[in-house]
């Protein structure tokens, strides 16, 4: 707002101004402009700035009437002294608005009045109720066919969630639980070194077994030629036995009965409850007359005992092998480690999960899991309905299916086996971490071989040595040294003895290159060395005398120039003989050679080694030395422990674990395929009515002959 000074005339602005609604002839005739309002009101700046710069003795009746049309707009510099005020926006134009009369002399100017937005009149009417304004959220109403949509997604983002929710529990539930839980592998090694009276306890158990069988074959009539006047008698003693037996082995019993009652009902309880049917149709016997089916259940029982006690066995040697190592190494099972196949290293091993693993339920636990409930629920509904046909004794026909259809090759079929595999394992310094390691050994995969493990140092010896070039001895060896310890090659340890020997020269690699042709590359003081083979030599272009062309030699070139000769001797050994030709023989493990020595070739290992170079993989230069790197980290699982890297405690474990699993696999589908045949002909004798040849001998006969293969399984699979 701007004001002017006060002037003595001033009473003329509190005269009363005619009424601005009455037209007069002048403002009749010619209508004012917008523009014109806002230069006469001081609205424009313009117009601020011209009134500025008037003289103010000008009389303003001179100033010139405004034009009707407004001039062009020119941009208007604002005054250094004051702030330039913000364009006002343009109000539209309003035909109909009155011409205002200013009055003559000294005036107040008011600026006009800013607003975002020139509001309209409203207009005079009717006034009706509209309701709340409804608040803007932004989106338009959906459609009843979007609701649908949207509640369709929400129902299957709803079931998504309570699927996965339901999949993560039944995954817990399922998640495999260790038998027994230790702080450590010390205290898992105590638990198994205790004192136990398994075996005291088994030669009772053996006993009676034996005298079962023998009170079984003297109630026989066919094999003593009649009846027996005293087989009552023998039943009341066969029945009396199998009670014994349940007593001396009763830490099996406690085993089935508790693993019934966590739900996971295997074999170890279906045997349990073949025991207690056996020892109920004994009583029943006991009035009819014929033998009982107690001699069967009787001898599985010496089994679970023995099987117990080998499986005890083997967790005890193969903990005190792990405890007895300082600084255990783990054959570690990495997967797609190169070229998308999954290789076997050699990292550092965890004792602790080594016991936990030691204490996973194997395979044939797993399996029975579910084989045990459904061949019992399947002999209880066979028993049933051959008992109302042909009103037999539903109690003997069970008993009969339920030993019949009983897998007794698997008492044994991975106790054993693990038992000679961790005793055979404790002699080199290594153990298998139970069925968990040999499963996660086994398979399609390549085992990892480095230089050591074919020629360790002291297999590699020096044969001679020869200068071609005018520089000295402790130079070359230098730069030979420099470029064998920059590889990381295996002749290191070699070079190593002849820098001591030959009082050597310390240098530094500057620049370092690995060649496919079978050599090295470096520069060491500005000289470029190369290192490798006579065929690496021919390659590089560098001339090397007839008389120095040697197989099992290391030639050493300094800018191109042939500058020495070092003869080698690669000594084979016959127990890394013997376990390569086991790795070879495993299957689908194949030999990978990541060594770092461009001597070690596979045609190499067929001249010192006689193996066939076609089943051996050999890596690029650059893969071989990545897979072989030191400190390369591993993030595979631990299959097996070793107390040293050599190559034949590696090869050994890795072997013997697989085979271990192969074996086990092979026990246990021949001893599901005579329980499936056994439960099936007897319940298709007892639907006949045939249940005179459903007796004690012929179902311990048919136990016994189905245990012979698994029995031969397991000496030729262990062995072979």
């Not at 000294?106 to 509001?119: C, K, L, S, Y």
């Not at 070194?193 to 005298?211: D, E």
């Not at 084989?371 to 066979?382: E, R």
């Not at 495993?586 to 076609?614: C, H, N, W």
Request: charged fraction near 20%; include cysteine.
């Amino acid at each position: 707002m701007e004001q002017t000074p006060i002037r003595p005339d001033a009473e003329q602005l509190n005269t009363v101004l005619p009424d601005p609604q009455t037209p007069r002839p002048q403002e009749q005739e010619e209508a004012l402009s917008l523009d014109a309002i806002l230069e006469e009101f001081g609205g424009w700046t313009k117009r601020r700035l011209e009134s500025r710069a008037a003289p103010a003795s000008a009389p303003e009746q001179d100033a010139p009437e405004p034009d009707m049309q407004p001039a062009p707009e020119q941009p208007d510099e604002p005054a250094p002294e004051q702030e330039q005020e913000p364009e006002a926006p343009q109000a539209p134009e309003e035909a109909s608005a009155p011409p205002v009369q200013v009055p003559q002399g000294d005036t107040i100017r008011f600026a006009p009045v800013r607003t975002d937005e020139e509001q309209e009149p409203e207009e005079h009417g009717v006034w009706v109720y509209k309701g709340e304004p409804v608040p803007d959220s932004g989106t338009e109403k959906p459609t009843p066919e979007q609701r649908r949509e949207q509640k369709h997604a929400e129902q299957r983002r709803r079931q998504l969630e309570r699927f996965r929710k339901r999949e993560a529990r039944r995954k817990r539930r399922g998640q495999e639980q260790p038998e027994h839980t230790f702080a450590s592998a010390e205290e898992a090694a105590r638990f198994y070194a205790g004192p136990s009276s398994a075996r005291l306890r088994l030669m009772g158990a053996v006993p009676a077994a034996l005298a079962s069988a023998v009170l079984l074959a003297l109630s026989t009539p066919g094999l003593i030629g009649g009846a027996s006047p005293d087989t009552k008698l023998y039943a009341l003693l066969m029945a009396a036995l199998l009670v014994l037996q349940m007593v001396l082995c009763a830490d099996v019993c406690r085993d089935g009965i508790t693993h019934a009652l966590r739900l996971r009902f295997d074999h170890i309880s279906m045997l349990v409850l073949a025991c207690i049917c056996a020892a109920a149709d004994a009583l029943s016997a006991l009035g009819t007359g014929r033998a009982p089916l107690c001699t069967a259940p009787t001898v599985l029982l010496a089994m679970a005992l023995w099987a117990r006690s080998q499986l005890f066995e083997a967790r005890r040697k193969s903990l005190r092998a792990a405890c007895s190592m300082q600084q255990p190494v783990a054959a570690v099972r990495e997967e797609k480690a190169w070229h998308g196949y999954d290789c076997i290293f050699r990292a550092p091993g965890d004792a602790e999960e080594f016991a936990r693993q030691l204490e996973l339920p194997d395979a044939g636990q797993r399996v029975m899991r579910v084989y045990a409930p459904v061949m019992t629920g399947l002999t209880f509904a066979a028993a049933a309905l051959s008992s109302l046909r042909m009103r037999g004794s539903f109690l003997h026909i069970w008993t009969a299916l339920l030993l019949v259809g009983y897998p007794a090759g698997l008492l044994l079929g991975y106790a054993r086996p693990f038992a000679v595999l961790a005793k055979r394992l404790y002699r080199l310094g290594a153990a298998v971490a139970g069925w968990q390691g040999a499963r996660t050994l086994s398979g399609e995969a390549g085992l990892i071989i480095e230089d050591a493990d074919l020629f360790p140092p002291q297999n590699v010896t020096q044969g001679g040595m020869k200068i071609y070039v005018e520089r000295t001895v402790p130079q070359i060896i230098g730069y030979a040294d420099a470029v064998v310890q920059t590889a990381g090659s295996g002749l290191a340890p070699l070079f190593e003895e002849m820098m001591h020997d030959q009082n050597g020269r310390r240098c530094s690699v500057d620049a370092f290159r690995r060649y496919e042709g079978g050599g090295l590359g470096a520069e060491i003081g500005g000289d470029v060395v190369l290192m490798g083979s006579l065929a690496f030599m021919k390659l590089m272009k560098v001339r090397v005398p007839e008389g120095t062309r040697l197989r099992q030699a290391v030639y050493l070139s300094i800018n191109g120039e042939l500058a020495a000769v070092f003869a080698l001797n690669y000594a084979a050994a016959e127990k890394i003989k013997a376990s390569l030709i086991a790795v070879l023989r495993s299957g689908s493990l194949v030999p990978v050679l990541a060594t770092r020595d461009f001597m070690i070739t596979p045609q190499f290992l067929k001249l010192r080694y006689q193996v066939p170079p076609e089943y051996i993989e050999f890596p690029t230069v650059e893969e071989r030395a990545r897979l072989s790197t030191p400190d390369r980290p591993h993030e595979g699982r631990q299959g097996a422990l070793m107390a040293r890297t050599s190559f034949v405690s590696f090869a050994e474990a890795v072997v013997n674990a697989r085979r271990l699993r192969r074996t086990c696999r092979r026990i246990m589908a021949t001893a599901i395929a005579g329980g499936l045949i056994g439960a099936v002909s007897v319940a298709f004798l007892a639907l006949l009515g045939a249940d005179q040849s459903i007796t004690g001998w012929n179902v311990l006969l048919y136990t016994a002959l189905w245990m012979l293969p698994s029995v031969l399984i397991m000496i030729f699979g262990m062995w072979f």
